[in-house]
């Protein structure tokens, strides 16, 4: 039922969003969604992520005449309203982009985004499994700190780690990997790296040779005193994971460590895996991930090596910088910016025609504009989110004490 535009005000609007349980998410005591939006932590209960946006399978609501409505339904009634003409028309009359709140006890998945005509062919293929036909860059930013595992390593770094680890050859054979330590040219020394990763992934389906591998690694870390970060990771996940062929990827993948405001974006193809931490991630609009390890979820080799990119360097990190700071990254769909305030903030704010989401991280806000009747006021707090439509021209936000909080619109 269409929503009549005489309630359908032009005004900011709280945002009540959904949470997702799914298992690799904080608990208990650890369980840091709950007590970041306010909410009771249910007892043995992962709380993953916190969805905030427009996605179909988890829109975030908004009260209109006492009854909240999914904002998808309302972007659909009122396009222009909501998005403005120039965001409206660039994507297909949909929300751009997904915000989430993500905390992680333990490895989420060995995975990679596709770009947007894989994600069409995928979807065409099998719908079930890739639900969306979008692409899906994405930002990761730090709330705390967060470890992940982010693209492929220099070459030499990866031969130095193929050096130290004979208990591959009960998978691949010694041929391949001595191709590799005794080769001195970077371009064969990429093919080569290239055809041992496939080989590698591809073994999957081997679960004997996979296991019997697995376990003569695992034997050696336990036993070894000094072990490398990667190695450390290995031990740690095998007890949650056990014989996965993911293991394998933390001897080729960058390990990162980003500290509380930096960030990592991560384009079409590129693999990765969070490992741990507390983050806010904003995306495109889609929940399409190809994965191929550490999950319970849908696998699908074949497909995230058919999508997936060969760039063997380390991973830049986004730094902050020590006030308010805008995340510049390819994307099309969102641009993050941290704000951070103290002893307060009064902000006359313009929304160019394109609608714009808020998250509160610390302290208060208030939002003022300019209704029918009167000046209005809305207060959020912290783990509060608020949507302002496109069509809601100027607007100020003001704070009293000290406030940090991101704002997410399209460039």
């Not at 309630?7 to 709950?34: D, H, V």
Request: glycine fraction near 6%; include cysteine; charged fraction near 20%.
């Amino acid at each position: 039922m269409t929503i009549p535009l005489k309630q359908f005000s032009i005004k900011p609007y709280k945002l009540y969003n959904t949470i997702q349980n799914y298992e690799w998410g904080t608990m208990n005591e650890s369980a840091f969604i709950p007590r970041f939006i306010g909410a009771e932590v249910e007892p043995n209960i992962p709380y993953a992520e916190l969805w905030i946006g427009a996605h179909p399978k988890a829109p975030s609501k908004i009260e209109i005449g006492g009854v909240k409505v999914p904002l998808n339904k309302i972007i659909e009634d009122y396009p222009i309203e909501c998005l403005g003409e120039y965001v409206r028309a660039k994507f297909s009359g949909t929300f751009p982009f997904l915000l989430k709140v993500l905390s992680a006890a333990r490895a989420l998945s060995i995975q990679t985004h596709p770009n947007k005509m894989q994600a069409q062919r995928l979807h065409a293929k099998d719908p079930k499994n890739y639900p969306d036909d979008n692409h899906k860059p994405e930002i990761a930013i730090a709330l705390d700190s967060l470890m992940a595992f982010v693209g492929f390593q220099p070459i030499h770094s990866i031969r130095k780690h193929l050096e130290s680890l004979p208990e591959l050859n009960m998978l691949v054979g010694q041929g391949l990997i001595d191709e590799i330590i005794k080769s001195d040219d970077p371009v064969i020394l990429e093919k080569l790296i290239i055809q041992l990763y496939e080989m590698i992934l591809r073994c999957a389906e081997e679960k004997e040779h996979l296991a019997a591998c697995i376990a003569n690694i695992h034997k050696r870390l336990t036993e070894k005193v000094f072990r490398s970060p990667e190695e450390e990771q290995f031990l740690v996940q095998h007890k949650l994971y056990g014989a996965d062929v993911g293991l394998l990827s933390f001897f080729f993948f960058n390990l990162l460590q980003l500290e509380q405001g930096q960030a990592i974006f991560t384009g079409a193809g590129v693999p990765h895996v969070y490992i741990k931490g507390n983050i806010i991630e904003c995306m495109a609009n889609s929940d399409n991930v190809v994965r191929a390890g550490l999950t319970n979820k849908f696998k699908d080799v074949e497909a995230l090596l058919h999508i997936i990119r060969y760039e063997f360097a380390g991973c830049p990190v986004l730094n902050p910088g020590t006030g308010d700071c805008t995340y510049r990254t390819a994307a099309e769909e969102f641009e993050m910016t941290k704000n951070k305030n103290l002893g307060g903030l009064r902000i006359k704010c313009f929304s160019s025609d394109r609608p714009i989401m808020y998250l509160i991280i610390q302290g208060s806000l208030e939002v003022h504009w300019n209704g029918d009747e009167s000046a209005r006021t809305l207060k959020f707090s912290r783990g509060d989110s608020f949507f302002v439509p496109a069509a809601l021209s100027q607007y100020e936000i003001t704070s009293n004490d000290d406030v940090e909080y991101f704002v997410v619109a399209v460039p």
